[in-house]
Nanobody, 125 residues
Framework: QVQLVESGGGSVQAGGSLRLSCTAS????????MAWFRQAPGRWREGVAA???????TYAQTVKGRFTISRDKAKNVLFLEMNSLKSEDTAMYYC???????????????????WGQGTQVTVST
């Protein structure tokens, strides 16, 4: 099993920055691939950024160039650095993990088996 706990959410003004963290525990082989998703009220949960076991990354077009996903494997922590935040980035952000993801599916919700409880990010104008 895998446990994921997000932190670092909060309220920020447009143009500001936030850094989300996800502390992982449990079988490391079940979390070779990790990702951040987000869900705004009334909208589908969408993939934001993903990182593979070889540290290759994938980003949604809406955040490319503004967000950076990374992880500290020794400390079992996944990060999402968010810069130049916009009001449309307001959402609940979730950490996700899975043992294996097929290419082109890195940002698909169905590809991930384990989920955290989420952390709220609110961007005001």
């Amino acid at each position: 099993q895998v446990q994921l706990v997000e932190s670092g959410g909060g309220s920020v003004q447009a143009g500001g920055s936030l850094r989300l963290s996800c502390t992982a525990s449990g079988n490391p082989h079940l979390r070779n691939y990790m990702a951040w998703f987000r869900q705004a009220p009334g909208r589908w949960r969408e993939g934001v950024a993903a990182i593979a076991s070889d540290d290759s990354t994938t980003y949604a077009q809406t955040v490319k160039g503004r967000f950076t996903i990374s992880r500290d494997k020794a400390k079992n922590v996944l990060f999402l650095e968010m810069n130049s935040l916009k009001s449309e980035d307001t959402a609940m952000y979730y950490c996700a993990a899975t043992p294996l993801v097929q290419t082109t599916q890195e940002l698909l919700r169905i590809a991930y088996n384990y989920w955290g409880q989420g952390t709220q990010v609110t961007v005001s104008t």
